[in-house]
T-cell receptor, first 114, second 112 residues
């Protein structure tokens, strides 16, 4: 497809379980971002991959959160031992390196932790 | 710490009214500024951006924003809103190629 693709679109899990969220960026985009959107909280930055540079992990809220980007393309965000406060929409975005700030967003994964 | 503030959380206007949404940032040095919009059921998309040059920036759908360095502000304006402008608006900022920091968003509701 032409846009950023995220899967699953919805995920319901039990507290304490691990979840994996996937993001397929636009082909050729070197930068990939993960954000979290909670009701009334705006977008919270989680992690940022830029080419072959070390990722900026400064936004990850705890060591239960991790992300990787394989081959400079697909990214997986993993949340271990999920908690109810992890419930949110997880958004992925990508951009061309030379157009810093012009992000193309996916439709997000709605995560519900029961 | 770098931050972006949007003080209007929910704005209700009638069609043809003028719009101004506030955005303030706290960044040192050269800052890039953006407004993103999320229409109901759609992805977030870029509305306009400021990197340098003319502080009055024109975007899509008749929106504009003015960068006022002395006030650390980047307010979004539109002279006459339409029902189709109903959406959530996010101000964002970064420096260099760093990840964007977003504000908490402003929900705009335009009544026909």
């Amino acid at each position: 497809g032409a846009g950023v693709s995220q899967s699953p679109s919805n995920k319901v899990t039990e507290k304490g379980k691990d979840v994996e969220l996937r993001c397929d960026p636009i082909s050729g985009h070197t930068a990939l971002y993960w954000y979290r959107q909670s009701l009334g909280q705006g977008l919270e930055f989680l992690i940022y991959f830029q080419g072959n540079s070390a990722p900026d992990k400064s936004g990850l809220p705890s060591d239960r959160f991790s992300a990787e980007r394989t081959g400079g393309s697909v990214s997986t965000l993993t949340i271990q031992r999920t908690q109810q406060e992890d419930s949110a929409v997880y958004l992925c975005a990508s951009s061309f390196n030379r157009e810093g700030g012009k992000l193309f967003f996916g439709s997000g994964t709605q995560l519900s932790v029961l | 710490a770098q931050s972006v503030s949007q003080h209007n959380h929910h704005v209700i206007l009638s069609e043809a009214a003028s719009l101004e949404l506030g955005c303030n940032y706290s960044y040192g040095g050269t800052v890039n500024l953006f407004w993103y919009v999320q229409y109901p059921g759609q992805h977030l998309q870029l509305l306009l951006k400021y990197f340098s040059g003319d502080p009055l920036v024109k975007g899509i759908k008749g929106f504009e924003a003015e960068f006022i360095k002395s006030k650390f502000s980047f307010n979004l304006r539109k002279p006459s809103v339409q029902w189709s402008d109903t959406a959530e608006y996010f101000c964002a900022a970064n420096t260099g190629r760093r990840a964007l920091t977003f504000g908490s968003g402003t929900r705009l509701q335009v009544q026909p």
